[in-house]
């Protein structure tokens, strides 16, 4: 035998150093990736999600639309947190089109100013009211 390898030795060599090199390769990756760490961004953009259940609720419960996050009722099972995930306020703003209403609710993301990139890019949703504003808003008042 001595030092050359057959062909069959050869290749179980190779194939153990492929396997050696992924699981090398996905453990950085794993480390990298941190699923220890909060992803501030989907969090905001789960409260946002609270946030318009609590203002369908609103207009629900009060036929009318809410001026304000502190005149919405609390969410019963969720976090309903009107701050985003840097401590700071969601802000919301119902608008009218001809035969639509759309909440938009805002977070200015990370930096805390609007625009910015990644981490700090605002974040911006939109849901659709006409439905409830057209059933529960009474315009008899």
């Known amino acids: 035998m001595g030092f050359w390898l057959t062909k069959r030795e050869l290749g179980w060599k190779r194939l153990l150093a492929m396997i050696v090199a992924v699981a090398v390769i996905l453990s950085i990756s794993a480390f990298l990736a941190r699923p220890d760490r909060p992803d501030r961004r989907l969090i905001t953009r789960s409260r946002m999600d609270v946030m318009s259940d609590r203002v369908e609720l609103y207009i629900i419960e009060k036929g009318a639309l809410p001026a304000s996050a502190a005149q919405l009722p609390p969410h019963s099972y969720k976090e309903d947190s009107p701050l985003d ?6 802000s919301f703003s119902i608008q009218f089109g001809g035969d639509f209403t ?33 059933r529960y808003v009474r315009t008899d008042q």
């Open 85 to 90: 995930a840097w401590g700071r306020p969601i």
């Open 102 to 134: 759309v909440l938009r609710i805002r977070s200015l993301g990370a930096d805390g100013r609007p625009g910015g990139s990644v981490e700090s890019e605002d974040i911006e949703r939109a849901y659709d009211l006409t439905a409830y504003v057209k």
